[in-house]
């Protein structure tokens, strides 16, 4: 017997019914929650806007509760959400990985956004699907959300948004499902429309370098600099941030054409502005140690990207309990690094603690890694799970797929196949 239920009449007697709240039906989302959720309709200006979200952000645990109940309403009734209310949340859950929630609550910003006729909002709502669709990695889609922007019929400020449409979303996702001629066709197009522009001229380069052209990629990213040192439309600080943005994927292009030196070179560059960030001394650190170059220099590079990363996350206020964490990259460096050194068993913690991220951890380069060190040391059976599960994984580019067949090929060979 159900003790609740059969104690329910004696509650009401001894405490009066007043006194006793009836329980919500368990399909209806709890009052507080729904109306926390109601209330973001009213928040207004892009700084209120942008705390909201970061302040959701700062409590997943807590957060994530809110957005189940968010779900639940929006299948009940999505017109119960505003343009800033629906905008909160689909950032909310993008930022906290939820990517189908967040793409469900950017399709209501684009609906209210077309019944109030904002270009403004349209551009903002429909670049946000196109950029949750992107990091799914389902190109395909995020080409044919943004060739339906592209279609809107509008006022000159549609236009205008346009343009950022093309420019972020539309040839980048072409480019990643190998339509290069078309990309190259929209490039070309838009370089001699807004000549002399270097954002144009670096989507080029972007493009090229998609298609594996490497070498007039370099050139091109070389034009993409002497146009920003030409600049005078951007203050001296941002002005560097891009340069040195353009010279840290010059150390990846360069990386592709086997010109180590040259991309060791990119990032010596980058380190002697900037000496102590975790991304340059961590990425030098690889660079060279997977190419079995400078090993005890690039030990010291990899921890301290780690040192200088964990004092980073001390200073950062909102940083969650779920995100302050050694980035799997990092750690997996460190592995790598210890592995071409012989360490195997100093080698192996850093690149299981790699592995448990759940997002960035799951890669099968990592995985990779760890199967070797389970090699080395003996353990047989704990690489083969491994490289099992790797081979599981979805993969992204040519680099991924040429180290999918040699994942195959060892895996095989400790199989005795």
């Known amino acids: 017997m159900n003790r609740t239920r059969s104690l329910w009449p004696l509650l009401t007697a001894l405490l009066g019914a007043a006194l006793i709240t009836v329980p919500a039906r368990a399909d209806e989302p709890p009052a507080d929650l729904k109306q926390k959720i109601l209330k973001f309709n009213s928040i207004t200006g892009t700084e209120a806007i942008f705390q909201q979200t970061r302040d959701l952000v700062k409590d997943p645990a807590e957060t994530k509760k809110l957005l189940k109940v968010a779900e639940e309403m929006a299948k009940a009734d999505p017109k119960q959400f505003k343009y800033t209310g629906a905008l909160i949340l689909a950032r909310t859950a993008g930022a906290l990985k939820n990517y189908d929630l967040s793409l469900r609550f950017f399709k209501i910003c684009s609906n209210f956004a077309t019944t109030v006729k904002s270009s403004t909002k349209l551009g903002e709502s429909y670049g946000g699907q196109v950029g949750i669709l992107s990091i799914m990695k389902k190109y395909a889609e995020a080409e044919k959300v943004a060739q339906a922007f592209m279609e809107l019929e509008g006022d000159e400020e549609l236009e205008k948004e346009k343009i950022g449409m093309l420019l972020d979303y539309l040839i980048p996702a072409k480019a990643h499902q190998g339509k290069i001629a078309e990309a190259l066709k929209m490039v070309d197009r838009l370089t001699t429309e807004f000549k002399g522009e270097w954002s144009i001229v670096q989507l080029k380069a972007l493009v090229l370098f998609e298609a594996g052209k490497y070498d007039e990629a370099v050139k091109t990213y070389g034009e993409v600099i002497e146009l920003l040192n030409k600049s005078d439309r951007m203050k001296p600080a941002e002005q560097e941030a891009r340069i040195n943005r353009v010279h840290y994927i010059l150390s990846s292009v360069y990386v592709e054409m086997g010109q180590i030196d040259k991309a060791a070179g990119e990032l010596q560059l980058l380190l002697k502005k900037k000496p102590n960030d975790p991304t340059y001394n961590n990425d030098l650190g690889y660079i060279w140690c997977d190419h079995d170059m400078n090993l005890d220099e690039s030990e010291k590079l990899i921890r301290k990207a780690i040192e200088e990363d964990r004092k980073e996350r001390k200073s950062d206020k909102d940083l969650s ?97």
């Open 321 to 417: 309990k779920e995100d302050d964490r050694d980035k799997a990259a990092y750690l997996d460096s460190l592995g790598w690094v210890l592995f071409k050194k012989k360490q195997y068993a100093e080698a192996k913690k850093p690149l299981l603690d790699a592995v448990k991220d759940p997002d960035d951890g799951q890669h099968i380069e990592i995985y990779d890694h760890l199967a070797d060190v389970h090699m080395a040391l003996g353990e047989k059976a704990e690489a083969i799970a491994v490289w099992k599960k790797a081979l599981d994984m979805d993969i992204e580019g040519k680099r991924d797929q040429k180290r999918q067949q040699e994942m195959l090929k060892k895996l095989k060979a400790a199989q005795g196949k």
